[in-house]
Structure formats: structure tokens, C-alpha cells
């Protein structure tokens, strides 16, 4: 298996250095400052592979060639995009990068409440909590028809909360649920994000379904012919959020998204920590049943909290999910792999990290700070070196 460490770009305050010290070999990254629907040169691929090179590593993984708004709500400009998105994939396959990361999540990307949740070792990590966002969807962004998601139990404490809540708590709330994509400077609006979930109004579930469906079916066979494994993300977290439907939660939804298209070429980016937010999930039993379309791996826990609607992220080797085992499935996969004649290993990295020691003070991405994902890398890396050895 390749260990890899997710780098986004030369502005990123955790560098190569890093991540080679860190121990890893391969680099997941993308071009941040291109927007969804526009197309990547050869040449600026090639010169971000040139930085990764000069570094001692390799450009193993893109996260993520983007899929635009335009797309999952099938717009006016989705064909164009479409056919950018194919020649993105040509050109990435040109360059010698075989493995796509993408997601499908409507609007907003992965969400937390809290981007400083402090535990008990001192240690900060991040938490979603379902009274929080209730508080900033009902009586902050004020959505129309927020009410109906709600019940009037949740809508009471959900006031509740935002009045023992300070003017500056508030605040950090707005700016932590809208602080838009990983790795981008962007930062929406609140009459932005009201505007984008009214655009997908009529849209639901059965019908966002029906849209990345009509984007596989347009994609898959491009990518298959190029050589280049497409591999989404789950939902973070996996649940319907401010009104928007999520459609790769469960292990159901991921059959069905591997069911769309004939080509291997569509496969999943198995996130342990994303899917393992969610009780009904079974993660080994999820990994068994896909294991031949794995063509990524994020390994992370979550630790879901008694008595509340809430998680947050908990370190590689605690929480809720069960790395072993799920190491071991990985191990096995690949050994299966080889033996047909598959050489090509399974990438993974450490998804996400809890800020320690000198993380304090040092920007970072949240979520990805230097210290957090060594250690997390660390401890993966000695779970495989001891499955490898006894199995």
C-alpha cells in the first residue's frame, strides 16, 4: 500500500518537506486555483508534478478534479463542463496520474460546527453537532422551509442554544459552517449559500441521483480509455444537510453509484471516517462489498458522542471505527490484486488530524495540520507493517 499525504499547493503552510519527513511517498493534490468546469492544462500539471518531484515525491492522487454546481443540478453549461472534466482527465493521464478523487455533495463540501473543539488531553479537533447547525439553519441563515427538517423539540433547544451563545460564538459558527472547500480561498455568503439550496429546489434525492448517474455515464468510458480510476468520496457527514440531499452515505448508496456504469473505471474513495460518523453504517462489512472498486483510501475515526447528535474527529487508533480490521481488508484486497496481475498499490492516507504540540499556533488547513497527520500516518503505518507481517 502507498502512504501518501494530502498537500494543497505551494500557499499550504505544511509543505513537501513535511510530508517527506512525515514518511510518506506520494502526494494527493489538485489545482485549486482553476474553478469546476474549466479544463487543466499539461503544462500546469506538469509543473505542479515538477515542485512535487523536486521534493522527493510523487503526485499519486488527485483531490479532486472538482465537479461543478453545473453538473450535479444538470444547468445550462453541464455538457461544456462535461467534456472539460474528460479533457482534464486526458490530460492527467498524459502527465502519468491514474487516480481521481471527486465528490458529488451539493453547495457545500465536508461541514463541521466546531473547527477548535478542545479535548480532554488538550489536543484540538474538529465536531459537527446537529443542535449547532439547527441553530444556524433555522434562526441564521433562516432557510425557508427549515422548520419542516426539524422537530419542534430540536427547534426549541436549537433557540435555546443560540441564546446562551455569545454575539462572538455566533460569528465563529457562520464563518465555520460556510468556510467553503478545502484548500480554496473562497468564503460564501450566507445570501449565497440561501441562493445556491434554492437552486436545487426541485432537485431531491431521486433526482440528484439521476444526475450523477448522467455524469458517469458521460465520464466513465473516457476515463476507462485513458487509463484513469475515478473514485468519489463519501458524504461528510453522511446525512442530508441544510435541505440538500446527500447520495453516497451508505453502503447502499455506494453499490448504487457503482451500478450506474460497466466501465472499472468508476470505483470509491473508501473513507473510514465519513462513513463511520453514521451508526447503521457497517465499515468492514461496506469494504467487503466493494473492495474491488477501492481505488483510494482515507483512514480516519470518529468518535460519536452518547446522547447527542454529534461526533468529532478522534485520534487514527481511538473512536469508533475499527482500523485493524479495516487494514486488514485493505491488506487482503491488494494481495488479491497483485495475483491477478495488479500492480498498482492501494493508496491511503492520514485523513485528517487532531492539532498537537507544535500544530498550536501554526496555520494550517483545518482539519490537516503537520504534527496531528504524522502521528496518524505513524500509527497506520505500524497497524500495516503488523498485518502485512501476520496475515
Same mark, same amino acid.
Given at each position: 500500500?502507498?502512504?501518501?499525504?494530502?498537500w494543497? &499547493?505551494?500557499?499550504?503552510?505544511?509543505?513537501?518537506?513535511?510530508?517527506?519527513? *512525515?514518511g510518506?511517498?506520494?502526494?494527493?493534490?489538485?489545482l485549486?486555483?482553476? /474553478?469546476?468546469?474549466?479544463?487543466?492544462?499539461?503544462?500546469?500539471?506538469?509543473?505542479?508534478?515538477?515542485?512535487?518531484?523536486? *521534493?522527493?515525491l510523487?503526485?499519486?492522487?488527485? @483531490?479532486?478534479?472538482?465537479?461543478?454546481?453545473?453538473? $450535479?443540478?444538470?444547468?445550462?453549461?453541464?455538457?461544456?463542463? #462535461?467534456?472539460? +472534466?474528460?479533457?482534464?482527465?486526458?490530460?492527467?493521464?498524459?502527465?502519468? #496520474?491514474?487516480?481521481?478523487? +471527486?465528490?458529488?455533495?451539493?453547495?457545500?463540501d465536508?461541514?463541521?460546527?466546531?473547527?477548535?473543539w478542545?479535548l /480532554?488531553d488538550?489536543?484540538?479537533?474538529?465536531?459537527f453537532?446537529?443542535?449547532?447547525l439547527?441553530?444556524?439553519?433555522?434562526?441564521? =441563515? $433562516?432557510?425557508?422551509?427549515a422548520?419542516?427538517?426539524?422537530?419542534?423539540e430540536q427547534?426549541?433547544?436549537?433557540?435555546?442554544?443560540?441564546?446562551?451563545?455569545?454575539?462572538?460564538?455566533?460569528?465563529?459558527?457562520?464563518?465555520?459552517?460556510?468556510?467553503?472547500?478545502?484548500?480554496?480561498?473562497?468564503i460564501?455568503?450566507?445570501?449565497?449559500?440561501?441562493?445556491?439550496?434554492?437552486?436545487?429546489?426541485?432537485?431531491? %434525492?431521486? !433526482?440528484?441521483? *439521476?444526475?450523477?448517474? @448522467?455524469?458517469?455515464?458521460?465520464?466513465c468510458?473516457?476515463?476507462?480509455?485513458?487509463?484513469?480510476?475515478?473514485?468519489?468520496?463519501?458524504?461528510d457527514?453522511?446525512?442530508?444537510?441544510?435541505?440538500?440531499?446527500?447520495?453516497?452515505s451508505? &453502503? @447502499?448508496? =455506494?453499490q448504487?453509484?457503482?451500478?450506474?456504469?460497466?466501465? /472499472?473505471?468508476?470505483? #470509491?474513495?473508501?473513507?473510514?471516517?465519513?462513513?463511520?460518523?453514521?451508526?447503521?453504517?457497517?465499515?468492514?462489512?461496506?469494504?467487503? %462489498?466493494?473492495?474491488?472498486?477501492?481505488?483510494?483510501?482515507?483512514?480516519?475515526?470518529?468518535?460519536?458522542?452518547?446522547?447527542?447528535?454529534a461526533? +468529532?474527529?478522534?485520534?487514527?487508533?481511538?473512536g469508533?471505527?475499527?482500523?485493524v480490521?479495516l487494514? $486488514? =481488508?485493505?491488506?487482503?484486497?491488494?494481495?488479491?490484486?497483485?495475483?491477478?496481475?495488479?500492480?498498482? /498499490? #492501494?493508496?491511503?492516507?492520514?485523513?485528517? !488530524?487532531? $492539532?498537537?504540540?507544535?500544530?498550536? &499556533?501554526?496555520?494550517?488547513?483545518? &482539519? +490537516?495540520?503537520?504534527?496531528?497527520?504524522?502521528?496518524?500516518?505513524?500509527?497506520?503505518?505500524?497497524?500495516?507493517?503488523?498485518?502485512?507481517?501476520?496475515?
Amino acid at each position: 500500500m502507498e502512504q501518501t499525504w494530502r498537500w494543497f &499547493g505551494p500557499r499550504d503552510a505544511v509543505t513537501l518537506t513535511d510530508a517527506r519527513q *512525515a514518511g510518506a511517498t506520494g502526494v494527493v493534490t489538485a489545482l485549486h486555483d482553476i /474553478p469546476p468546469g474549466e479544463v487543466w492544462s499539461v503544462d500546469a500539471i506538469h509543473e505542479r508534478q515538477g515542485t512535487i518531484a523536486a *521534493a522527493g515525491l510523487t503526485w499519486s492522487v488527485v @483531490e479532486s478534479v472538482n465537479v461543478s454546481e453545473q453538473i $450535479k443540478k444538470r444547468g445550462p453549461d453541464s455538457q461544456r463542463h #462535461i467534456d472539460n +472534466y474528460c479533457a482534464t482527465l486526458r490530460n492527467l493521464a498524459v502527465c502519468g #496520474i491514474r487516480t481521481v478523487c +471527486y465528490n458529488f455533495m451539493p453547495v457545500l463540501d465536508w461541514l463541521r460546527t466546531d473547527l477548535e473543539w478542545e479535548l /480532554p488531553d488538550g489536543s484540538i479537533s474538529m465536531r459537527f453537532e446537529a443542535l449547532s447547525l439547527a441553530a444556524f439553519d433555522l434562526f441564521i =441563515l $433562516k432557510r425557508p422551509g427549515a422548520e419542516r427538517d426539524w422537530s419542534e423539540e430540536q427547534q426549541r433547544e436549537a433557540h435555546a442554544h443560540l441564546e446562551r451563545m455569545s454575539e462572538s460564538e455566533r460569528d465563529r459558527l457562520v464563518r465555520t459552517v460556510l468556510a467553503g472547500l478545502p484548500g480554496t480561498s473562497e468564503i460564501y455568503t450566507l445570501d449565497y449559500v440561501r441562493n445556491a439550496i434554492a437552486s436545487y429546489g426541485d432537485i431531491g %434525492r431521486d !433526482g440528484l441521483r *439521476a444526475n450523477l448517474g @448522467e455524469f458517469l455515464r458521460a465520464v466513465c468510458p473516457c476515463a476507462e480509455e485513458v487509463g484513469v480510476r475515478l473514485c468519489i468520496h463519501p458524504d461528510d457527514p453522511p446525512r442530508p444537510l441544510l435541505g440538500l440531499p446527500r447520495i453516497a452515505s451508505t &453502503g @447502499e448508496d =455506494l453499490q448504487f453509484i457503482l451500478d450506474q456504469t460497466p466501465e /472499472p473505471a468508476n470505483g #470509491i474513495t473508501f473513507c473510514s471516517g465519513s462513513l463511520g460518523a453514521r451508526p447503521d453504517n457497517n465499515l468492514p462489512d461496506i469494504m467487503q %462489498r466493494v473492495a474491488s472498486r477501492i481505488y483510494f483510501v482515507h483512514l480516519r475515526s470518529t468518535k460519536r458522542e452518547a446522547g447527542h447528535d454529534a461526533f +468529532y474527529e478522534a485520534a487514527h487508533l481511538a473512536g469508533d471505527v475499527d482500523i485493524v480490521t479495516l487494514m $486488514k =481488508l485493505l491488506v487482503h484486497e491488494e494481495r488479491r490484486r497483485v495475483a491477478t496481475g495488479d500492480a498498482h /498499490p #492501494i493508496p491511503f492516507r492520514p485523513d485528517h !488530524g487532531n $492539532k498537537i504540540l507544535t500544530d498550536m &499556533g501554526r496555520p494550517s488547513v483545518p &482539519g +490537516y495540520p503537520a504534527v496531528g497527520r504524522l502521528r496518524g500516518l505513524a500509527e497506520l503505518r505500524g497497524v500495516m507493517t503488523t498485518v502485512q507481517a501476520l496475515t
